[in-house]
């Protein structure tokens, strides 16, 4: 068997959140697919989860933990995160696990007539055409580095068994310096 290489998610999750902290924000969300049993990509979306709330809890942040987990097409995710945008306590920012569903919060805050970056924060993950549209802040998953990597550990006599190459911040337009949005 060869080596074991991938993007390092938590190190990406861990940056996102230091990231939206470095601009004043304590409350945010975290907006992913459905950890539920019955939908099949649950485990992936469980760990991202859980890299979400080390991440809240390593940055001292843990007031600060809400959790959308939702599946499907954006008829059904924009109601819900629309929900979530009108709470009192609102979140100041919204960490999405990929790009789309941080264009449909994106989507959903305008909706709401609140400005991105200025009333909410949104930062995305993948580096996608998404992102583009929306100048959406994102992480690239370095995908080149990666195939490098798969490269070299074909042609090592020993090749490292396991390899995460570190997404990086991709900052555009989506993220600012919090504002309090409760009295």
Not at 92 to 98: E, K, L, N, P
Request: proline letters at 7%.
């Amino acid at each position: 068997p060869g080596p074991w290489i991938s993007c390092d998610y938590q190190d990406g999750y861990h940056q996102a959140i230091k990231h939206l902290k470095a601009y004043g924000h304590e409350r945010i969300l975290f907006f992913c697919g459905s950890t539920e049993a019955s939908h099949k990509p649950h485990r992936q979306n469980r760990q991202f989860a859980e890299y979400y709330l080390k991440a809240m809890l390593a940055a001292n942040l843990s007031d600060g933990i809400q959790v959308c987990s939702i599946t499907g097409d954006v008829d059904e995710m924009k109601p819900k995160i629309t929900e979530i945008l009108r709470a009192p306590h609102r979140p100041t920012a919204v960490f999405a696990d990929m790009d789309y569903r941080g264009a449909v919060a994106i989507e959903a805050a305008q909706a709401m007539r609140l400005r991105v970056p200025d009333d909410l924060s949104v930062i995305g993950f993948n580096d996608t055409p998404w992102s583009n549209h929306h100048k959406l802040s994102t992480f690239n998953l370095r995908i080149k580095a990666i195939a490098d990597a798969v490269l070299d550990g074909l042609t090592q006599v020993r090749p490292a068994r396991r390899m995460l190459i570190k997404p990086c911040l991709v900052e555009k337009e989506t993220v600012a310096f919090s504002t309090p949005n409760t009295p």
